[in-house]
Each structure stands twice: as structure tokens, then as C-alpha cells.
């Protein structure tokens, strides 16, 4: 059964930092991705890893500031120099294939950072 099950989100000040984190079982996936959704806004690509580590891509908004990783069944976004408008519930997702749309999502947690 697969479960992609997110966790680390919370209430931060802008400038701060968080670590959130997913558990991606039940398959062997080629690449994960965390995506973003704000209130009244579409759902927006983050960052993007394959199962290798290697290909790393970045959404021009938080280039610099966040970082994905990945070890094992676990996937990570850190988070750095959070601002107001990074506020949006964060979703894991993963794929067989290395390109296309994802086909595996998590439940999303929510990131709420303070001005």
C-alpha cells in the first residue's frame, strides 16, 4: 500500500526556519516533489529530487532559501529564511516515472509563517 505522510509544518516567524518531512513507502519511486498550495491560489511546484539524489530543481521563488534531500523512505524540504508569502500547505509527492505528472500525493500539512 503506498502512503506518502508528511509532517514538520507549524507556525513560524518570517526569517525562520522548518523541516518538513515525508515518508514515502509501498513503492519504488523514481522522484519525489513537494508542491505548494496558498489560500485562493493554484497548487505550485517547490522542489523536485530523484531517487539517485542527483537532479535537484527549485522553484525561482526559494532558490537559496529551501533544500530538498532524500534518504531511503524518508524526503525532506528545509526550509530557511521563510517569508509570509512561503504560507501555503505543503504536499509530498512521488512517482514511478521521471517525468510527467505525479501520481502520489500526501495529505499536505500546513506552513504558516508570522510577519
Known amino acids: 500500500q503506498v502512503q506518502l505522510v508528511e509532517s514538520g509544518g507549524g507556525l513560524v516567524q518570517a526569517g525562520g526556519s522548518l523541516r518538513l518531512s515525508c515518508v514515502a513507502s509501498?513503492?519504488?519511486?523514481?522522484?519525489y516533489g513537494w508542491f505548494r498550495q496558498a489560500p485562493g491560489k493554484e497548487r505550485e511546484f517547490v522542489a523536485s529530487?530523484?531517487?539517485?539524489?542527483?537532479f535537484r530543481y527549485y522553484a525561482d521563488s526559494v532558490k537559496g532559501r529551501f533544500a530538498i534531500s532524500r534518504d531511503n523512505e524518508m524526503v525532506y524540504l528545509d526550509m530557511n529564511s521563510l517569508k509570509p508569502e512561503d504560507t501555503a500547505v505543503y504536499y509530498c509527492?512521488?512517482?514511478?516515472?521521471?517525468?510527467?505528472?505525479?501520481?502520489?500525493w500526501g495529505q499536505g500539512t500546513q506552513v504558516t509563517v508570522s510577519s
Open positions: 509527492a512521488a512517482d514511478l516515472a521521471l517525468t510527467g505528472a505525479y501520481g502520489y
Open positions: 509501498g513503492r519504488t519511486f523514481s522522484r
Open positions: 529530487i530523484r531517487r539517485s539524489g542527483s
